[in-house]
């Protein structure tokens, strides 16, 4: 598919919203519409525009409430919140901008108000964590709000919240018949933009904090709860899934070994001898700056690492944030999954290629699922054809949760 924006980067972070037409998060003609108003590599231009098209439909969604239309209310209050969390991408990084902030909390309030307009409303939760709180929410299976039903628990990735894993997969989750809990953990949405609270590798312990929340909710079969994670977050559900054993499956989209792993092709341009990827924090000065000048000359490696990255791991050199990143690996983990898992494999998403790797170091019942271009579904999360990843996976889930 060619590009909706006309800059590459522009191009990677408003396409996002592809993803979530089949549930109600956009539609093709809106996003066309928002390109159409952003120069080439213009951030505060593609800030704006998105901003102006949220403001539009949080305006018609109040017009839609007060004439009594309930429904296309919530429809639009939701989508609006969708299109303010497309709006501040570009401007991720440390000091934290005041639009990004606005635009979040603007995001969040129109989902709350979308979600307290369904038929059973949906409240914000607060999962009690080390002294703070997880924001979280609990999504219904849709005709079976009242009953006893498995529970799928979300869990995000690098640079995506709880609206993000609404619209990906807790809208498909909850047609099909499960409750569905989905929360931003450490260095994610809220915990990161208003709490400055930092991602860490351990999500066995931040995975125990939702599961002990999720038994105190009403209609959650303890039997039956599921964790699946996407982007960082397929990295984040098996090491959660390493250490909470109350989990009766996981879902890791894709299978990522180590977020070391999502480094290898770069830095293969500088040819390092063989493990000298092992442990990238003890890289040696001369190489270090060779890395430190290639991010340095590269917007979209310079987005990723130097704003995004340093930010999300509370980093403030390259080497600093290089030792955080070689923390979060399965290594020693991995073995100690014991719950189905499944994961998944897109045919072009590099973070993918450590899929076979994971999978060959489960010791549990394992699935691996691989997705191809010629399904539409070849790129990072089958951000192209997510509705298929959405029936793969929630069939392999009915299976595994009914044995």
């Not at 995975?207 to 209609?219: G, R």
């Amino acid at each position: 598919m060619g590009q909706i924006f006309k800059d590459e980067q522009l191009n990677e972070f408003g396409s996002w919203a592809l993803a979530y037409i089949p549930y109600g998060g956009a539609d093709f003609g809106e996003i066309a519409a928002v390109a159409d108003e952003v120069d080439e590599g213009e951030e505060s231009a593609f800030y704006a525009a998105w901003v102006s098209a949220g403001d539009r439909l949080m305006a018609e969604a109040e017009t839609a409430l007060a004439d009594g239309h309930q429904e296309s209310a919530k429809e639009l209050f939701l989508r609006a919140s969708c299109f303010y969390g497309v709006s501040y991408r570009p401007l991720y990084g440390e000091p934290v901008d005041s639009r990004l902030t606005a635009a979040f909390q603007t995001q969040i309030r129109a989902f709350d108000r979308g979600l307290a307009l369904f038929a059973h409303p949906v409240a914000p939760l607060h999962i009690p964590f080390e002294g703070t709180t997880l924001p979280a929410y609990l999504v219904p299976a849709i005709g079976h709000e009242n009953e006893t039903r498995p529970l799928l628990i979300l869990t995000n990735g690098y640079d995506s919240n709880v609206t993000d894993l609404y619209f990906a997969s807790a809208v498909a989750a909850s047609r099909r018949g499960y409750h569905c809990l989905f929360f931003d953990g450490p260095g994610q949405g809220e915990t990161l933009i208003l709490k400055g609270v930092h991602l860490r590798p351990d999500w066995e312990t931040v995975l125990k904090a939702v599961v002990d929340f999720a038994l105190t909710l009403p209609n959650i079969d303890p039997k039956r709860i599921a964790l699946s994670g996407w982007s960082l977050g397929g990295y984040l559900a098996i090491r959660a899934a390493s250490g909470e054993h109350r989990l009766a499956a996981c879902v890791a989209d894709p299978g990522l070994f180590s977020m070391s792993a999502g480094f290898g092709k770069f830095l293969s341009a500088l040819d390092l001898p063989p493990g000298a990827t092992t442990c990238l924090g003890d890289l040696d000065e001369g190489v270090l700056t060779k890395v430190s000048a290639m991010i340095a000359a590269h917007p979209r490696l310079t987005w990723s690492v130097t704003r995004r990255g340093y930010w999300v791991q509370g980093a403030r050199t390259l080497r600093n944030f290089l030792k955080s990143v070689d923390t979060f690996t399965l290594d020693g983990r991995i073995g100690l999954v014991k719950c189905p898992t499944l994961l998944t494999m897109a045919e072009h998403d590099s973070l993918s290629e450590s899929a076979p790797e994971v999978y060959e170091g489960l010791r549990c019942p394992k699935t691996l699922i691989r997705f191809t271009a010629a399904e539409g579904a070849g790129d990072h999360c089958e951000m192209q054809n997510r509705s298929l990843l959405n029936r793969r996976v929630l069939d392999w889930l009915d299976i595994t949760l009914q044995s």
